[in-house]
Nanobody, 129 residues
Framework: GQLAESGGGSVQAGGSLRLSCVAS????????MAWFRQTPGNRREGVAC???????LYEDSVKGRFTISRDSAKNTLYLQMNNLKPEDTGMYFC????????????????????????WGQGTQVTVSS
């Protein structure tokens, strides 16, 4: 199946955006889904991830500003981004985990791009000061 992100754009600092990622096929609730951010010359960094039961983890810089959610009935993953900052600028990708067995995984590992093997094409977010 495919993942298709949308909702990116250009906003001023302090503004909000809501990203969506629609999957062409149902994603098992056994698998985490996540949002990653990438800037030119840098690795994809995990922004937020969520389990099938709604347990969410956030990278420290976005805590309190971003909210990840998933709607299994709509096969859609969301990222609500509030109080955006220029450092939030980047290409945002949604992803599905490669494995459903994550017992004992640290937050760092759950936000590591190497744990995900199914990716969308990305949507650009640009925040100006």
């Amino acid at each position: 199946g495919q993942l298709a992100e949308s909702g990116g754009g250009s906003v001023q600092a302090g503004g909000s955006l809501r990203l969506s990622c629609v999957a062409s096929e149902s994603i098992s609730s056994d698998y985490y889904m996540a949002w990653f951010r990438q800037t030119p010359g840098n690795r994809r960094e995990g922004v937020a991830c969520i389990s099938g039961t709604g347990f969410a983890l956030y990278e420290d810089s976005v805590k309190g500003r971003f909210t990840i959610s998933r709607d299994s009935a709509k096969n859609t993953l969301y990222l609500q981004m509030n109080n955006l900052k220029p450092e939030d600028t980047g290409m945002y990708f949604c992803a599905v985990a490669a494995s459903g067995v994550w017992y004992g995984y640290t937050k760092s590992r759950r936000l590591d791009s190497r744990e995900y093997n199914h990716w969308g094409q990305g949507t650009q977010v640009t925040v100006s000061s």
